[in-house]
């Protein structure tokens, strides 16, 4: 089983991001391809895919400061599949992951049948150049799908090489922008932590859509803390809200849009 990161809830709502996610793993494992969700920090990538992955069969893992080298990243993915290496070498090392990346065969009435392997790779901004090329490599040669996340942030150093992330941009088979939180996620969120209240709801929705689902999700779990058990009402989120960031305006973010 795969571990999951401290960022990553046990338990998840539908949000549009689960949804978007699901679907363009699937679109990724029937045409073994490639796939981009692109979207800002809080959007729910790392949530949304982690759990995907785990329904699907796949694996996932995130690129850091550490991993982002070829070999760090090759690591990354067998350490992703259990797989943790041996080897000191780069060669060798690329070797075990060509090998534990093939699609995996299974054999049935028809005869045998090929799955791919479901790969996603969060954080790929954080990658170098060379690291990345490699990694398409891997999804081209072993004909993985390969779910990739990341902001919009580019490349390390891409200012010298602005066309080495277009090439690289260009080998990615399908770039999917993210949206923020719509209405229906705060609401699905909100009933999740026992939200009370049609002007509560309200409330939430502006403060979501005005920021990002991590915000949103810290805000609700301070509000929990006033209410003593009962369920979180709006003088529960304006209280939270105050005590979080104490200034004078900070209320605003609560406030419906008139329409
Ligand atoms: N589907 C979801 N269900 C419940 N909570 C979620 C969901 N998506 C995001 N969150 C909350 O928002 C926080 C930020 O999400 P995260 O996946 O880390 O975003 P990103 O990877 O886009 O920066 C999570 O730690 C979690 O508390
Ligand atoms: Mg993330």
Redesign the pocket.
């Known amino acids: 089983m795969m571990e999951r990161p401290a960022?990553?809830?046990a338990t998840?709502?539908?949000?549009d991001?689960?949804q978007i996610a699901r679907e363009i793993a699937t679109v990724a494992m029937e045409y073994r391809c490639s796939v981009h969700l692109i979207?800002?920090?809080?959007?729910?990538?790392?949530?949304?895919l982690w759990h995907v992955a785990r329904e699907l069969g796949g694996s996932y893992c995130e690129v850091s400061q550490a991993t982002k080298s070829t070999k760090g990243l090759f690591e990354l993915l067998l350490d992703s599949i259990g797989r943790r290496t041996g080897k000191k070498y780069l060669s060798d090392i690329a070797d075990e992951v060509y090998y534990y990346f093939q699609p995996r065969e299974t054999v049935s009435e028809e005869g045998w049948t090929y799955t791919p392997r479901l790969l996603v790779v969060?954080e790929v901004q954080t990658l170098e150049a060379s690291a990345f090329r490699e990694l398409l490599r891997v999804q081209e040669k072993c004909e993985v799908a390969l779910v990739l996340?990341g902001n919009a942030e580019r490349l390390a150093g891409r200012a010298k090489d602005a066309n080495t992330w277009e090439q690289i941009e260009s080998r990615i088979s399908i770039q999917r922008p993210l949206p923020g939180p719509s209405r229906r996620d705060c609401d699905l969120?909100g009933s999740?932590y026992n939200v009370e209240g049609k002007d509560a709801y309200a409330a939430l929705a502006a403060f979501g859509m005005r920021t990002?689902?991590?915000d949103?999700?810290k805000l609700l779990q301070f509000a929990a803390g006033l209410t003593g058990g009962t369920g979180i009402r709006l003088k529960h989120l304006e209280d939270a809200l105050r005590l979080r960031k104490p200034k004078s305006d900070v209320l605003k973010l609560l406030r419906t849009v008139a329409a």
């Open positions: 960022n990553v809830p998840i709502v539908e949000t991001t689960v979207g800002r920090a809080g959007t729910g990538k790392s949530t949304a969060d996340a969120i999740a990002n689902l991590r949103l999700t």
